[in-house]
C-alpha cells in the first residue's frame, strides 16, 4: 500500500509541470487528496486539496490562479499541474490521501526546482 509522486523535474520561471500521484494497493477514489510543499528549511505548506465524492477543490493563496488540482476519470491518480511557476513554488512536493476512519497514506515527494 502506498502513494507514488512523478512528474517533478527542473523548469524556468514561467514554464509549466504536472505532477501525478497514483495509489498502489488502495482505491484512491475513496479518499480527499492534498498535495504539499517543502521548501528547505521551511515547514510543509498546503497546496491544493480535492475532495473525495464532490471533487471539490480548494488552493492555497499563493497558487490560486497558477494551479489546479484534478483526478483523472479512472479514479486511481491526482494531479497538479503547475503554471506559470515561479522560483518560489520550488520545493519537495508530497501527495496526502486522508479520508476519516481509514488510514493516511503520505507519498515520498518530488522535487521541483524552478531556475533559469
Known amino acids: 500500500v502506498r502513494l507514488v509522486e512523478s512528474g517533478g523535474g527542473l523548469v524556468q520561471p514561467g514554464g509549466s509541470l504536472r505532477l501525478s500521484c497514483t495509489a498502489y494497493?488502495?482505491?484512491?477514489?475513496?479518499?480527499?487528496v492534498s498535495w504539499y510543499r517543502q521548501a528547505p528549511g521551511e515547514g510543509r505548506e498546503l497546496v491544493a486539496t480535492i475532495g473525495s465524492t464532490s471533487g471539490r477543490t480548494d488552493y492555497a493563496d499563493s497558487v490560486r490562479g497558477r494551479f489546479t488540482i484534478s483526478r483523472d476519470n479512472a479514479r486511481t491518480t491526482v494531479y497538479l499541474q503547475m503554471d506559470s511557476l515561479e522560483p518560489k513554488d520550488a520545493g519537495v512536493y508530497y501527495c496526502?490521501?486522508?479520508?476519516?476512519?481509514?488510514?493516511?497514506?503520505w507519498g515520498q515527494g518530488t522535487q521541483v526546482v524552478v531556475s533559469s
Open positions: 494497493g488502495f482505491t484512491l477514489g475513496n479518499y480527499g
Open positions: 496526502k490521501a486522508a479520508q476519516m476512519g481509514r488510514p493516511i497514506y
